[in-house]
């Protein structure tokens, strides 16, 4: 089946060490989406790529970068983490930037920092 | 500016009993509306979407939703509360770009 995969599903780092969360996609999607959703929060848009391009929220903070080597794959590199960093990440897909489109999510990373 | 408002962060109904879930938005421009559904420690999966068209939008797992320009909502409802649709339901509002705003989520826990 085509899909959203996210490795590791639970990551544990420590404070100020960096770690690499990552999204791989078999549905060929040219748009890759990184969400952070706090506990009981909504899931809040941290940068997306259309195909190589980069787009980053106004509001990411500087500590949170993203790779897209291929069209499969997408990283988010978080450089120093902070206990405020412990989250839900989501990647999600979606085939163009269309309106009204659907975006298709992975089962999310659980960051824990200590 | 795109905004979404679920009333209500907890909800909990009967096995059998309806479900109303509600969501209000604000939008500049003609809304696209979206409900996800989010269970423990899963990724969010789409239930229904309303583009153009039919107000009234059916969904998986028997879930439908209508939109009502007049109230600016979209308001999620099941007539038969099963126990597996216990979760997490966040409804969403995109723009032209096709970004995401979420509402804060609304947890439905059903009894038995």
């Known amino acids: 089946d085509a899909m959203v995969i996210q490795n590791p599903r639970y990551q544990v780092t420590q404070f100020g060490k960096p770690v690499t969360l990552s999204c791989s996609q078999t549905l060929n999607h040219n748009v890759m989406y990184w969400y952070q959703q706090k506990s009981s929060q909504a899931p809040k848009l941290l940068f997306h790529y259309y195909d190589k391009d980069f787009n980053n929220e106004a509001d990411t903070p500087d500590n949170f970068q993203s790779r897209r080597p291929n069209t499969s794959f997408c990283f988010l590199d978080i450089r120093s983490p902070g206990l405020g960093d412990a989250a839900m990440y989501l990647c999600?897909?979606?085939?163009?930037?269309?309106?009204?489109?659907?975006?298709?999510f992975g089962p999310g990373t659980r960051l824990t920092v200590l | 500016a795109q905004s979404v408002t679920q009333l209500g962060s907890h909800v909990s109904v009967s096995e059998g009993a309806l479900v109303l879930l509600r969501c209000n938005y604000s939008s500049s421009v003609p809304p696209y509306l979206f409900w996800y559904v989010q269970y423990p420690n899963q990724g969010l999966q789409l239930l229904l979407k309303y583009t153009t068209g039919a107000t009234l939008v059916k969904g998986i797992n028997g879930f439908e939703a209508e939109f009502k320009k007049s109230e600016t909502s979209f308001h999620l409802t099941k007539p038969s509360a099963h126990m597996s649709d216990a979760a997490e339901y966040f409804c969403?509002?995109?723009?032209?770009?096709?970004?995401?705003?979420f509402g804060t989520g609304t947890s439905l826990t059903v009894i038995p």
């Open positions: 999600a897909t979606s085939p163009e930037v269309l309106v009204g489109g659907e975006q298709f």
């Open positions: 969403a509002v995109s723009n032209t770009g096709n970004q995401f705003y």
